[in-house]
């Protein structure tokens, strides 16, 4: 049987060369947008073998978005400008905006591993990963759906229609490169891509980079892309630094949820959490491991959700406003001083950014 999908990058060469744009159209950045870069990246003299790092700044705006939760690790939704404070290389920053960013439009991508150690676990996958659409979209949000194995597949270009999403999600296959959903045409996405050296099996760092590159970056407002995963990479071209820049230029966030089939618990899992936290972790998502428990997956997209419609978004202009292309810390701190001054709190938020500035003279 062939298995009919379209190829997120249909091009069969290292996925660092080059970064094609397939998005709804042209996206004109809103004022309150996160900055990102107006130039088309041109990486076509880049070498590979070092991974792109860069957060495009193109104005003297620079926007987080984050979430805070007590010492009891409830989210708290009722802070305001006079509860936080962001410092940036260690020097406070002067807020200009800070809002609640519950009802703000949403931009999700839901990122399936399909490679042949999900096989057990791909129903459990399916049934939550629709109910969670099911609740958490909006008309005004928009969601899309990737597979990725030994290739990485657009199942379903971006809408609101959560029976488009539901539809796409039920049709995914386990692909093991040897069989089923492996069948068609190599490099057109209905087949594996002929490769040399390295074997291919789960090309996570590969989606990861194509999605914010491709389907996340000219997007504007939250954006957060959830994998559900082993945590396991075996045959990406694209380095993790790379996978992870490539999201924090984006600005996307990136929840894991790390499941396994039962066959593969075992040493696997802990180094898949511990990889999985250097990609999340700096963009302001985090890993939530479930096993193989079907209702501690349908918990894990519970918090999500709750975390999506609990975040603040603040605003600030750097105190630093040369443009070199360093990496600037960014660190936010919430004390409560609207309610309990002595409150513990815990601020989950991208890390920073990478000052570069904008090619076209402005």
């Known amino acids: 049987m062939v298995v009919r999908r379209l190829r997120l990058l249909s091009i069969p060469v290292l996925v660092l060369a080059v970064a094609v744009p397939l998005t709804r159209g042209q996206s004109v950045p809103s004022p309150d947008a996160p900055p990102v870069s107006t130039v088309p990246a041109d990486t076509s003299n880049v070498d590979t073998s070092t991974p792109r790092e860069t957060l495009h700044v193109t104005s003297n705006l620079v926007s987080q978005y984050f979430t805070v939760r007590d010492s009891h690790n409830a989210l708290i939704p009722w802070l305001t400008k006079n509860d936080c404070t962001v410092w940036e290389d260690k020097q406070q920053q002067k807020i200009t905006n800070f809002v609640a960013e519950a009802n703000q439009p949403l931009t999700l991508g839901i990122l399936i591993d399909t490679s042949g150690s999900q096989q057990y676990v791909l129903p459990l996958e399916q049934q939550s990963a629709n109910a969670f659409l099911k609740r958490v979209l909006r008309p005004k949000d928009e969601a899309f759906v990737v597979s990725f194995d030994v290739g990485v597949n657009l199942e379903q270009d971006y809408t609101s229609d959560v029976r488009e999403l539901e539809h796409a999600i039920n049709r ?191």
């Open 172 to 362: 995914v296959q386990i692909n093991t490169a040897a069989g089923g959903g492996s069948a068609g045409v190599p490099g057109i996405g209905e087949g594996p891509i002929p490769t040399q050296g390295r074997p291919k099996g789960t090309v996570l760092y590969d989606a990861v980079y194509q999605v914010s590159n491709d389907k996340m970056r000219s997007e504007t407002g939250r954006k957060a892309m959830i994998l559900l995963t082993d945590g396991e990479d075996e045959g990406s071209d694209t380095k993790p630094k790379a996978a992870l820049a490539a999201a924090q230029d984006a600005n996307a966030i990136i929840y894991v949820i790390l499941i396994a089939d039962p066959r593969f618990d075992g040493p696997m899992d802990i180094s898949g959490s511990y990889a999985m936290h250097q990609l999340t972790d700096p963009t302001g998502g985090r890993v939530i491991n479930v096993g193989h428990n079907g209702r501690k997956l349908e918990d894990a997209f519970d918090q999500i959700e709750e975390e999506l419609r609990t975040q603040y978004y603040l605003q600030y202009v750097p105190i630093n406003h040369n443009m070199d292309g360093s990496f600037r810390r960014v660190d936010v701190f919430c004390n409560g001083q609207g309610q309990d001054q002595n409150q513990k709190m815990k601020v989950q938020a991208r890390k920073g950014y990478f000052a570069i500035p904008d090619d076209s003279g402005q």
